[in-house]
């Protein structure tokens, strides 16, 4: 059983001594404060006299972490379904190759269960995961998936948001089941946009589902370095348009950074007006984008988020997808991704509260619980041996620590070995 790089006392209350926090989540304007936490009865306490007293040594502390744009139904198929040539249109035909006769239950259970052990064991607390839509009457995944919301209660909030494209408006009948089945099982409506003569009229008809049924939405928006795409302005002005006013999301936006400075920047300033939430997925963006054979990307394909930032706009960072055809690697790592995400788009020396687009901002998007530190708050702590942030970033943090309530966790990640027998099929 792994513990991580210290095992933590499991009787009685603790004071964890001399630790070290990003400025900004105890609000302090500083990259980094030092803490004192006191932890009783699964929760953070005001200090007790009884406590044991625990020197922590200036190690880094974080709360539990928020990943809010995930893929768990596509997660380890890569052993089985390679992506040919590492482009997008070739993960999206090795993804289309793989569901046919494979995503049963029997398949997608151990794959989203396995990514799920993986990231409770990095230290995430909530997930939301986009689900491919297939017939609604013969639907696997949206059952599953409430079945494993109810498991993981307590251990991993979980959301679902259905992924297909939004022309699928255009079958009335078919929408109107899809809508329903997604608002059953407490979903998210989500979709793909891609350029069409219809799309203001999709994104109305979308939009219009969602509100009715009191539902966010959430879109897979211009993940393309080709300048002349821009749906993100039309999600903007149709929310805007249309009064729409549950939460909206938009992953992805890689065309911006290709596009001329004035109309991305026109097109930031219709989001903001708008209130949408952006998550960046820079880590899959990095693998697909601007990939062509033999020769040297030129782009990263990661959206504008200082821009966005400076526009008051609400920036998260998330996973994406986990050794799929669409992303080789990944392992529900949110540390991961902020130590990438960081590399990628020089989120150092930058503002000093880069690290809430891990904690509060998802949170703000999607309606999970807000990270909170304050007494009477669920302990659940992630703690590095680090104690700044080149420290941090330098090395994985393997060694992590996670509570969950109070209590330690084992940190022991599951064995790919176990899903050999999948990969045979």
Known sequence: MTLGYMTLPTNGPLHLKNLTIPGCLVDQDTALASLDLTIANGKIST???????????????????????????????????????GSFEGAINAVSND????????????RMSFSLRSAYAHGTRAIRTHLDQFDPKHDASWPLFSELRAEWAGRIDLQAACLANCEMVEDAARFTAIADLVAAHEGVLGGLTIPNDQLDWQLETFLGAAQSRGIAADFHVDETLDPDVNTLKHIAQSVLDHGFDMSVTVGHLCSLSTMDEATALNTLDLVA??????????????????????????????????EMRARGINVSFASDNTRDPFYAYGDMDMLEV???????GHLDHAELDWVDAFLGNPAKATGFDAPSLAPGAP??????????????????????????????????????????????T
């Open 47 to 85: 200090p007790l006299e009884r406590a044991e007293v625990i020197d922590m040594k200036g190690a880094m502390v974080f709360p539990a972490f928020i990943d809010m744009h995930t893929h768990l139904d596509k997660g380890h198929i890569w052993p089985r379904t390679p992506n040919p040539d």
């Open 99 to 110: 569901k046919t006769g494979k995503w049963g239950v029997d398949d997608l259970r151990p």
């Open 273 to 306: 007006r708008a209130g949408l939430h952006v998550v960046s997925l820079p880590m899959c963006n990095l693998y697909l984008q601007d990939r062509h054979p033999a020769r040297t990307p030129r782009y990263r394909g990661i959206t504008l988020v200082h």
């Open 338 to 344: 902020m130590r990438e995400a960081t590399r990628i």
């Open 379 to 424: 302990a659940d702590l992630v703690i590095c041996r680090a104690r700044e942030w080149t420290e941090l970033f330098a090395r994985p943090q393997a060694d992590r620590i996670v509570l969950r309530d109070g209590v330690q966790i084992d940190t022991t990640l599951p064995d790919y070995a176990e899903l050999d027998p999948l990969m045979r």
